[in-house]
């Protein structure tokens, strides 16, 4: 299994005296490698909450993470930087490009990170195969505020593939998005899991998203539960 969840729970402090919330009381889950996943759930049951803990953008206050069967609490800020760097791709529902940097020069962002050893890979074809595909070569030295928001979630998607991770973290990715984007986004979602055999979660409102992936899960007072086949 890639991702494996054990007994997971976080906590929030209240700002001020109002009561503690425990946003996640002992969530089990395992995704395997290849699968994709819905998270559903109400606004503020804690989808995003989870999906930071996955990706080791937050920490759990007791129970295990485990990313290819290493454990994330045992990890120091530096090694989870590089695991986020590296194994994982983000992708949230703003697409968070930076405004004065062309389409190119925002997906191959996540690179600088890399150590120098990486870079002697040709990193800017790869981007320029990676926008062929989502269909956005021409516009590669635009900038993102002369694309679609539909377009500009796309870059988002490239550049959260630019380093090759193994798992694909979605946080809403349709959420501002008009149908017709939206559902571009939700097919791309489904064919990078089913040709590239990316694994892939996905927080979302949007059922039609939802049915594209293998398998649905629902976030409800603080637990995780299967949707079963009907
Ligand atoms: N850093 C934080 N400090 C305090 N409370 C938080 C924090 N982050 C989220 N919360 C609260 O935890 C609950 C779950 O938030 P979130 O994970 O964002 O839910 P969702 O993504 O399902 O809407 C919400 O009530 C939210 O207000
Ligand atoms: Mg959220």
Same mark, same amino acid.
């Given at each position: 299994?890639?991702?494996?969840?054990?007994?997971?729970?976080?906590?929030?402090?209240?700002?001020? %005296? /109002?009561?503690?919330?425990?946003?996640?009381?002992?969530? %089990?889950?395992?995704? %395997?490698? *290849?699968q994709?996943?819905?998270? &559903?759930?109400?606004?503020?049951? /804690? +989808?995003?909450?989870?999906?930071?803990?996955?990706g080791?953008? #937050?920490?759990?206050?007791?129970?295990?993470? $485990?990313? #290819? *069967?290493? #454990?994330?609490? =045992? @990890? %120091?800020? +530096?090694?989870?930087?590089? !695991?986020?760097?590296?194994? &994982? =791709?983000?992708?949230?529902?703003?697409?968070?490009?930076?405004?004065? $940097?062309?389409?190119?020069?925002n997906? @191959?962002?996540?690179?600088?990170?890399?150590?120098?050893?990486?870079?002697?890979?040709?990193?800017?074809?790869?981007?320029?195969?990676?926008?062929?595909?989502? *269909? $956005?070569?021409?516009?590669m030295?635009y900038?993102p505020?002369?694309?679609?928001? /539909?377009?500009?979630?796309?870059?988002?998607?490239?550049?959260?593939? !630019?380093?090759?991770?193994?798992?694909l973290?979605?946080d809403?990715?349709? /959420?501002?998005?008009?149908q017709?984007?939206?559902d571009?986004i939700?097919?791309?979602?489904?064919? $990078?899991?089913?040709? #590239?055999?990316l694994?892939? &979660?996905?927080?979302?409102?949007?059922?039609?998203?939802?049915?594209?992936?293998?398998?649905?899960?629902?976030?409800?007072? =603080?637990?995780?539960?299967?949707?079963?086949?009907t």
């Amino acid at each position: 299994m890639l991702v494996e969840l054990k007994n997971v729970a976080k906590r929030y402090e209240s700002p001020d %005296d /109002g009561p503690e919330m425990d946003v996640l009381k002992g969530v %089990d889950l395992v995704v %395997d490698s *290849g699968q994709s996943l819905a998270i &559903i759930g109400p606004s503020g049951s /804690g +989808k995003s909450t989870l999906l930071n803990i996955i990706g080791a953008l #937050d920490k759990a206050d007791s129970g295990q993470v $485990l990313l #290819d *069967g290493k #454990d994330l609490s =045992g @990890l %120091d800020e +530096k090694a989870l930087a590089r !695991i986020r760097n590296r194994q &994982i =791709g983000f992708i949230f529902q703003l697409h968070h490009l930076l405004p004065q $940097l062309t389409v190119m020069e925002n997906v @191959l962002v996540p690179t600088l990170a890399l150590h120098n050893a990486d870079q002697s890979a040709d990193l800017p074809a790869h981007a320029e195969s990676l926008l062929r595909r989502v *269909g $956005l070569a021409e516009w590669m030295h635009y900038r993102p505020g002369q694309l679609s928001g /539909g377009q500009r979630q796309r870059v988002a998607v490239v550049r959260a593939l !630019i380093n090759q991770p193994r798992l694909l973290l979605a946080d809403e990715p349709t /959420g501002s998005l008009d149908q017709t984007s939206a559902d571009n986004i939700a097919d791309l979602l489904a064919d $990078l899991n089913r040709t #590239d055999g990316l694994t892939l &979660i996905v927080v979302t409102h949007s059922a039609r998203l939802a049915d594209k992936m293998n398998r649905t899960c629902h976030l409800t007072d =603080g637990m995780l539960h299967e949707e079963t086949e009907t």
